[in-house]
């Protein structure tokens, strides 16, 4: 039953996806509002779909922890549940991704349309500030700054490995940092198609103020993101593999 729905989710989601962005090839002309609008009800619908027919639904807390104004939300990255979520957890963000997220067909044109922050990870130094000055402008537009600081997903348990960037931009642009928790990939498995029946919980922590060193923001970033994953992943019912000691 579990490979069933999860099928029928996966058929669902991929002739969703398909249908909204051939119905959205005109907003590539309009304003990009019409494009962030878009990949709200794209995102919406989907998670629709995942409730109603994988069985999984989510709970945010801690929404009152989002300061009002300029903010940057560093978010845990589990698996693909977040990517997609996060265009109806926070209105119209302006994610931090890859460059090579902008070859996917239809998904990299509604991305480059509503002016996402693209960084070429080859370019060295200038990648950074090309990420900030864009940042800047962004949240100029009154849009909030989503990033996940290790750039990639991680596998459960996996040793944390955040990067320079969620610093540079919080050092840079001067505003709060909210960490955002969650345990989604004990649902929506990091590979494979299986989408298990439960409830993603999502959390958005106190937010850290600006003002730290670099390094201690780092700290501060990994120290109450990974102590929050873990007490989501064990009320989702996980249970980390005990350490064995040597004789």
């Not at 090839?25 to 409730?51: C, F, N």
């Not at 929404?63 to 104004?69: A, D, T, Y």
């Not at 955040?162 to 909210?178: F, H, Q, R, T, W």
């Not at 958005?204 to 060193?213: Q, T, Y």
Request: net charge positive; glycine share 8%.
């Amino acid at each position: 039953m579990l490979a069933l729905r999860s099928f029928l989710f996966q058929a669902f989601f991929w002739t969703w996806s398909t249908l909204i962005n051939l119905a959205y090839i005109p907003a590539l002309l309009l304003d990009r509002k019409v494009t962030l609008g878009g990949q709200e009800i794209w995102a919406r619908v989907s998670l629709w779909g995942l409730k109603w027919i994988a069985g999984l639904e989510y709970e945010v807390r801690g929404r009152e922890n989002i300061p009002p104004g300029p903010v940057m939300i560093a978010a845990k990255h589990l698996s693909m549940w977040e990517t997609l979520a996060a265009h109806v957890l926070v209105h119209h963000p302006a994610t931090v991704m890859k460059r090579q997220l902008l070859m996917i067909p239809g998904y990299g044109w509604y991305a480059r349309k509503a002016r996402m922050i693209v960084i070429d990870r080859e370019a060295g130094p200038s990648a950074i500030r090309t990420m900030i000055a864009d940042a800047k402008t962004r949240l100029a537009e009154g849009r909030p700054i989503v990033i996940f600081p290790e750039g990639t997903r991680r596998e459960i348990g996996a040793t944390p490995d955040y990067k320079p960037g969620v610093a540079a931009l919080y050092s840079m642009l001067d505003i709060p940092c909210v960490p955002m928790a969650h345990n989604s990939s004990l649902f929506w498995l990091r590979r494979g198609f299986l989408r298990k029946p439960g409830k993603v919980i999502v959390e958005f922590l106190p937010a850290i103020m600006p003002g730290l060193k670099r390094a201690a923001f780092m700290a501060e970033l990994e120290k109450r993101t990974e102590e929050a994953v873990a007490r989501l992943l064990a009320e989702g019912g996980y249970r980390a593999a005990p350490v064995s000691s040597s004789a």
